[in-house]
């Protein structure tokens, strides 16, 4: 955990001379959170693939609403408010609940899907068979 707020602290620090993000939404500041907290949370092993499917998730989520292109710039300012390891676990914590509930209504189409795979499979068998 120390190591992932070090890594925080210093790609802040660095970044001090970037220009300012332009007009940020509460979204797109929330996704770069996870974003950030999810890259950081990916270097332990054990939690490499999941962390970085989630990576991805939330860059698409902000591809979607047209903000990649000002991703680095709203990093950076999102980097300098995640200063201790509360709130790296915070986030992960929220980042997580966001994934796991996605992860249910796709389970959940997925359940329909199937079902109506199964429904129009019975309704084309001849009958008597």
């Known amino acids: 955990m120390r190591a992932i707020l070090s890594g925080l602290i210093a790609a802040a620090t660095l970044a001090t001379a970037a220009a300012p993000a332009a007009a940020q939404t509460a979204a797109d500041k929330g996704d770069a959170r996870c974003i950030l907290v999810l890259a950081l949370a ?3 092993p054990k939690n490499a693939t999941a962390a ?3 990576t991805f998730f939330f860059l698409g989520r902000m ?4 903000t ?3 991703m680095g710039p709203i990093m950076i300012a999102e980097s300098k408010t995640i200063t201790t390891p509360a709130q790296v ?3 992960l914590t929220r980042c997580s ?3 796991n509930a996605r992860n249910t209504e796709l389970r959940g189409a997925m359940g329909q899907l199937q ?3 199964k429904a129009a499979a019975a309704a084309a068998k001849p009958a008597g068979t």
Request: charged residues 25%; proline residues 0%; neutral net charge.
């Open 68 to 70: 990649s292109a000002r």
């Open 42 to 44: 990916s270097r332990e």
């Open 63 to 66: 591809a979607a609403r047209g």
């Open 89 to 91: 676990q915070a986030e």
């Open 97 to 99: 609940a966001e994934l």
């Open 115 to 117: 079902a109506a795979g």
């Open 52 to 54: 970085g499917q989630g």
